[in-house]
């Protein structure tokens, strides 16, 4: 059985091997520390951590760090926790031996956005609802399938977008698509079919984004932003464009929400040129510090195509989105998706749809959305520490923050970071290739690192910063 296993920031693979799953943990444990993987002096994670990254009881876990500081292969004091000990040399490998990594290693923490807490997926209740989903599945639901995606997701997702993020949502114009790169890859299809030469896009954003829609045969124009958000006054200017790309609610990466003057921009830019706004709501289940900001798809349903995504608010790997669309567009879509559901699975779709009807999506945002504030705030207390001269942005909403840096400096300290093994990306990395210069920051994913490695990633980025 492999597992991934993050020790205090280090991504290890330990294999457990044996009759049962405290052999194996300590055998893995005696492994990497003989093969030099954990260095003499590396504290380890609680037991209630590492049980709970691994998937096992914690008395598992504590019954083998017991044994494993009875041989001396581990030290335990209180308040100082449980570390490899000092004596425990690590083996060197033989001469002419193949070497599983090299001598240096990647980045041992990671604070790279676009990513949940893979850890917090909720395992137990997800295989509820499966098995619930596949005793009620109907025999249909083994079949090819519609292509818009299963009629009882479809159903309990109008319910709940609706409810949830002000989005009127008729099952009949919803369409679940692979992931939001997918539902994009769509949308240059049916952009292109429809003469559509050119999309207006924010001057901060994804590539991939923009590469889709260039390959798609579309042109990419930036739109310029300020305190207020992406100008999108500026579209009636833009006589080529006939869509724009928009994170409204929680604009990535830069964290603002657009405002509503220049929602209402969008919107009257829509209707009156025909143009069509792609509504990217990424993150819109996550708001700390507002009221919930609704869709833009709200204040006109037949000029927005709304994207949303299971990626942030449970896992990437689920690849499970789905596309509100204009009634007009509902036809256009299908055919460039084809007749046949080929791409999302129809029993993770039952899955999804139990999980939602039951209430336990609603149970685990909730949840989630506690955890992340608290990350953030320890992110924000640990800044004001330990980097005061640091001002931190786009924290009102999502999994990210942006911390502004002196001129000059983003990629020194991106390199800082590298050498403590840290993982994390510059506001340049995310920055229209049409966009003029702007400010040095970083964009801090403070959700991607798992309980356990928290505490190691905050201390190794405030080393790294100036």
Known sequence: MMDSWATFGADLHLELRG??????????????????????GTRLPSSRSLAADLGIARNTVADAYAELVAEGWLTAQQGSG?????????????????????????????????SPDLASFPRAEWLKAARRALTAAPHDAFGYGDARGRIELRTVLADYLARARGVYADPERIVICSGFVHGLMLMGKVLRRRRVREVAVESY??????????????????????ELGTRTDELGARGGAGAVLLTPAHQFPMGVALHPDRRAAAVDWARGTG?????????????????????????????????????KSLAPGLRLAWMVLPGELVGDVLEAKGSVDWVSSALDQLTLAEFIASGAYD??????????????????????????HIRVSGIAAGLHAVLELPPGTEHSVIQAAAWQKLAVEGVSRFRHGEAARGRDALVVGYGTPPDSAWAGTLDALCRALP
């Open 82 to 114: 449980t570390r490899v000990a000092r004596r425990a040399a690590p083996r060197k490998p033989p001469s002419g031996a193949l070497r599983t990594r090299p001598a240096r290693g990647g980045p041992q923490y990671s604070l790279m956005a676009g």
């Open 275 to 311: 143009g069509l706004i792609l509504e990217d709501d990424y993150d819109g289940e996550f708001r700390y510090d507002r009221q919930p900001v609704g869709a833009l798809q709200g204040l006109d349903p037949d000029r927005v195509v709304y994207m949303g995504t299971a990626s």
């Open 363 to 388: 149970r685990h945002v909730r949840g989630m959305r506690l955890r992340y504030r608290r990350r953030r705030d320890q992110l924000v207390a640990a800044l004001a520490e330990r980097a005061p």
């Open 19 to 40: 009759s049962g799953l405290r052999a194996g943990l300590m055998d893995a444990l005696r492994e990497a520390v003989r093969t030099g993987r954990l260095t003499p």
């Open 205 to 226: 954003g994804l590539d991939v984004h923009w590469k889709l829609l260039t390959e798609a045969g579309l042109r990419t124009s930036a739109l310029p932003y300020d």
